[in-house]
C-alpha cells in the first residue's frame, strides 16, 4: 500500500492519477474529501484529515510500505515533514520519496530551499529508505498568468532576465509515480528540469508562437509583485516567495539535466507543447 499526500494539488494529482493507470494499491490523505472524488472513484481510498495531526497520519499509516510526502510552502512546512517522517519509522514504512525543489541545497540562503533542505537531512538520517524528487520551476506556475495573457498579450513577474530549467507537473508526476512502484531509486535524489534553459522572454516567444500573436513578458520590480501579492500570501510565504524569486532573477539556472529521460525514456515535454495543451486558457 502507498500512502500520497498532496492530491489534490498539482504534482500530488498528477501522481496519483499516474498511479492510478499503474494498477497501484493506494492511500491518500486530504483535508477535503469532496476534491479527491475522482480518485475514490477509481479506487483510491482516503483518510480525511490534516497532515498537522499526528492521530491522522498514524491512522493513514496503518499497513503502509511506500508513502509520498508533499506540502505547499509555508511556515510550518518543516515542522510537519519532520514529523511525518517520524510517524512513518514510527508506523515501519519502508520507503519515503519526498518533494523537495532543486534550490534546496547545503548552503541554500531563502526560507523555502532551506525548509526543504532540512527536511531532508531529517529523512536521510531517519534509517528509512528514502528518495528525494528534486524539480526545477514548474510550467503550471504559468497558469497563473493566463488571465493577463489573454487579456492583455502580457505577463508580469518578478524573475527579470533569470532563467529557469522549467518542467511540466505531468512530468514529475511520472516520475514520482515511477520512483513510487519501480526498482533502483532508494537513497537517490533526483533533479528534474524541462528540455531547455529558458528566461521568462523566450517563455513570451514560445506563447506567441502557439497563440500566432505577439506575448510581452514585462519584469515586474520585486517591490511592486510584494504589493500585488500583500493580503494573497501569509506573510512568511510571501518574504519567501519573494527571495526564492530574487534568486531565479539573480542566478537563475545554467543546465538542463537528463534525468527525466533516463527514468521515464522519452523527451521532458517543452514549454511549446505545455502553451499547445492549455491553449484555451490563454486564446
Ligand atoms: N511551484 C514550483 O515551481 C515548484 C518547483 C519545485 C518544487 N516545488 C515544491 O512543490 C511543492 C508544491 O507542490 P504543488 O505545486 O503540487 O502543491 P499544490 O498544488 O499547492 O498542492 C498542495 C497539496 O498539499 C495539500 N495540503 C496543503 N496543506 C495541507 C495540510 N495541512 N494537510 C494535508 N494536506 C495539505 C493540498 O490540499 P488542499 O487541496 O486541501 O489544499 C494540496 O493537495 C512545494 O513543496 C514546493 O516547494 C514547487
Known amino acids: 500500500m502507498i500512502l500520497l499526500t498532496g492530491v489534490t494539488g498539482k504534482i500530488g494529482g498528477e501522481t496519483a492519477r ?43 499509516m496503518d499497513g503502509v510500505d511506500k508513502a509520498f510526502l508533499l506540502l505547499p510552502n509555508g511556515e510550518h512546512q518543516e515542522a510537519w515533514e519532520k514529523q511525518f517522517t517520524d510517524l512513518a519509522v514510527a508506523a515501519g514504512v519502508k520507503h519515503l520519496v519526498k518533494m523537495s525543489s532543486m534550490e534546496a541545497v ?13 527536511s531532508e ?12 524528487i528534486k524539480p526545477n520551476f514548474f510550467m503550471q506556475n504559468l497558469l497563473g ?56 522572454f523566450d517563455a513570451a516567444d514560445r506563447f506567441s508562437e502557439v497563440l500566432g500573436e505577439k506575448v510581452e513578458y514585462v519584469p515586474l520590480p520585486m517591490e511592486q509583485f510584494r504589493e500585488k501579492m500583500t493580503g494573497i500570501l501569509q506573510p512568511w510565504h510571501l518574504n519567501a516567495v519573494c ?27 517543452s514549454l511549446k507543447q505545455f502553451v499547445e495543451d492549455h491553449v484555451a486558457l490563454y486564446k
Open 18 to 60: 499516474q498511479l492510478v493507470a499503474k494498477g497501484a494499491s493506494l492511500r491518500a490523505l486530504v483535508r477535503d474529501e469532496a476534491k479527491a472524488a475522482d480518485l475514490k472513484a477509481a479506487g483510491v481510498e482516503l483518510v480525511v484529515g490534516d497532515i498537522a495531526d499526528a492521530d491522522t497520519v498514524r491512522q493513514a
Open 145 to 200: 498568468s493566463a488571465g493577463s495573457i489573454k487579456e492583455k498579450r502580457k505577463f508580469f513577474l518578478p524573475m527579470g532576465n533569470g532563467t529557469t530549467g522549467m518542467a511540466d507537473a505531468r512530468d514529475i508526476g511520472a516520475v514520482c509515480a515511477e520512483v513510487l512502484t519501480g526498482s533502483g531509486h532508494v537513497g537517490k535524489s533526483y533533479e528534474i528540469t524541462g528540455p531547455e534553459v529558458l528566461t521568462f
Open 106 to 118: 547545503a548552503d541554500a540562503e531563502t526560507p523555502i530551499p532551506q525548509a526543504h533542505w532540512a
Open 243 to 269: 527571495e526564492l524569486f530574487r534568486e531565479i532573477a539573480e542566478m537563475g539556472l545554467d543546465h538542463t539535466t537528463s534525468t527525466f529521460k533516463e527514468l521515464i525514456g522519452r523527451e521532458p515535454i
Open 121 to 132: 537531512e531529517h529523512i536521510r538520517a531517519s534509517g528509512l529508505d528514502w528518495t528525494i
